[in-house]
């Protein structure tokens, strides 16, 4: 069982943009099967209401995904250390998976777009005058817009060219996914209709993933080996783990 931990691991880190691929493939997999009910007719008796929230469903889905990536490592390090596996108790062995954060934030963007644009052409049929009413006696429409505002230099930055050319204030800027999930979580709470629970989970995970950020020691939740990206210098695998 060790041993083949172990290979799965590496294999992980060795094979990232396969893994990479795949996370895509399973992150687009909500958008094609509400576009292919959508052309169906099976969204149920109001199509328009799923179409334009299932997006924004995701959205929140995949930012706090993106959230919980960092704890989940911590976890599985510290499951790798128990059981005393060769791999898995370093940073490095865990790059695979830090590798993920991009890809989910970015898929969490595409689906905060779609929701957006949805709204705007079915819900308001892009009327200026719907639109500013909407600002003005709907709350959660002005904390979604915040959250979507705050969410798009996060989308522009994520390159490496951004990470080179902002070096330390990258990762500043990037804290700002904390407050776009408070706005998120808010905003899916005041469209909710009363006695609709579904926005209650994603707040409670939401609330597990803050308090983990402030538990951190470090402001930065970084440790000296860290990358930009989160990722930490390779190192080899040593030839004693394929005989544990």
């Known amino acids: 069982m060790r041993l083949l931990s172990n290979r799965i691991l590496?294999?992980?880190?060795?094979?990232?943009?396969?893994?990479?691929?795949?996370a895509c493939a399973i992150m687009a997999a909500p958008a094609a099967i509400t576009g292919c009910a959508?052309?169906?007719?099976?969204?149920?008796?109001?199509p328009l209401e799923i179409l334009m929230r299932e997006p924004g469903k995701w959205a929140l889905?995949?930012?706090?995904a993106a959230l919980a990536i960092a704890p989940l490592r911590h976890l599985l390090m510290m499951l790798a250390q128990r059981r005393h596996w060769e791999y898995g108790k370093r940073l490095p062995d865990?790059?695979?998976?830090?590798?993920?954060?991009?890809p989910v934030g970015l898929a969490c963007f595409f689906y905060a777009a779609v929701?957006?644009?949805?709204y705007l052409s079915l819900d308001l049929n892009f009327s200026w005058h719907e639109f500013t009413g909407d600002l003005r006696d709907?709350?959660?429409?002005?904390?979604?817009?915040?959250?979507?505002?705050?969410?798009?230099?996060?989308?522009?930055?994520?390159?490496?060219?951004?990470?080179?050319?902002?070096?330390?204030?990258?990762?500043?800027?990037?804290?700002?996914?904390?407050?776009?999930?408070?706005?998120a979580e808010i905003h899916f709470l005041l469209l909710s209709k009363p006695g609709v629970t579904d926005p209650l989970p994603f707040g409670w995970?939401?609330?597990?993933?803050?308090?983990?950020?402030?538990?951190?020691?470090?402001?930065?939740?970084?440790?000296?080996q860290e990358r930009a990206d989160g990722t930490a210098p390779e190192r080899p695998i040593r030839q004693d783990a394929h005989k544990s």
């Open 138 to 183: 709907k709350p959660y429409i002005v904390i979604g817009w915040m959250a979507f505002l705050l969410l798009l230099p996060l989308a522009v930055t994520s390159t490496n060219a951004w990470m080179r050319r902002l070096k330390r204030n990258w990762k500043r800027l990037h804290l700002l996914i904390y407050p776009v999930a408070v706005l």
């Open 61 to 64: 889905i995949l930012l706090l």
């Open 205 to 224: 995970v939401l609330i597990g993933l803050l308090g983990y950020r402030i538990m951190q020691r470090r402001p930065s939740g970084a440790t000296s």
């Open 10 to 22: 590496h294999t992980a880190n060795k094979s990232a943009r396969l893994v990479v691929c795949l």
């Open 38 to 46: 959508a052309l169906q007719g099976s969204l149920g008796v109001n």
């Open 94 to 102: 865990w790059n695979w998976l830090m590798r993920l954060r991009r």
């Open 115 to 118: 929701h957006l644009a949805l």
